[in-house]
């Protein structure tokens, strides 16, 4: 069964750092996906990616695959960035799907 | 090319009720899983659906049930639901059987209020 292990649980920070929250796992996966999700809200899907990087936006995700590690990093944060980002590896285990338990961020003005 | 669609996305549903929550794939995507998310806790594998048949089930009581139709469509049922079953229900599509690896999507979810 694929463990997904993801840092840090919660993260305050000031508006404009630069944040990065990192996601392991211990099986291998050909996809991986970062969600977003904001208080009493749906989840957003943000990023897929199998190998190298995505960007969009302020938004940076990098994979790799050999490490079995994967980054989301914002750049020039601001509040409206708060909400819990969850990572997802793809395959590895009977449940097909195995979510990190995210990371809660509040970026405060 | 569309999205995956849940519906209802907001839902308010009394003790002992039954609930049905809808999910469309993505266009050509034969494969459907339910995930439940409740307060504090992660998201947790419900089931998956391919090709019409359910492939796997997580650990839930058969309170818990689906269905999908031939045009790929899932349905999950709760009956006499409980407060516990208050939750964010999370489906995702994919072409092929999400324990293959395969590329996944995801809807927006359905918040379930029992009351």
């Known amino acids: 069964k694929n463990e997904v292990e993801q840092s840090p649980q919660n993260l305050t920070a000031q508006e404009g750092e630069f944040i990065t929250i990192n996601c392991s796992y211990s099986?291998?996966?050909?996809?991986l996906h970062w969600l977003q999700q904001h208080p009493g809200g749906g989840i957003v899907s943000l990023f897929m990616?199998?190998?190298g990087k995505k960007k969009h936006g302020r938004l940076i995700a990098t994979i790799n695959i050999q490490e079995k590690h994967s980054s989301l990093h914002i750049t020039a944060s601001h509040p409206r960035d708060s909400a819990v980002y969850i990572c997802v590896a793809g395959g590895g285990g009977a449940d097909g799907l195995t979510f990190g338990k995210g990371t809660h961020l509040i970026i405060q003005p | 090319k569309a999205g995956v669609t849940q519906t209802p996305r907001y839902l308010i549903k009394t003790r002992g009720q039954q609930v049905t929550l809808s999910c469309s794939p993505i266009s050509g995507h034969r494969s459907v899983s339910w995930y439940q998310q409740t307060p504090g806790q992660g998201l947790q594998f419900l089931f998956e659906y391919f090709s019409e048949t359910q492939r796997n089930k997580g650990n839930f009581p058969g309170r818990f049930s689906g269905r999908q139709f031939s045009n790929s469509r899932s349905e999950m049922n709760v009956s006499t639901l409980e407060l516990g079953d208050s939750a964010l229900y999370l489906c995702?599509?994919?072409?092929?059987?999400?324990?293959?690896?395969?590329?996944?999507?995801f809807g927006q979810g359905t918040r379930l209020t029992v009351v």
């Open positions: 099986v291998g996966i050909s996809a």
């Open positions: 995702a599509s994919s072409r092929d059987r999400v324990i293959l690896n395969t590329e996944a999507f």
């Open positions: 990616l199998s190998s």
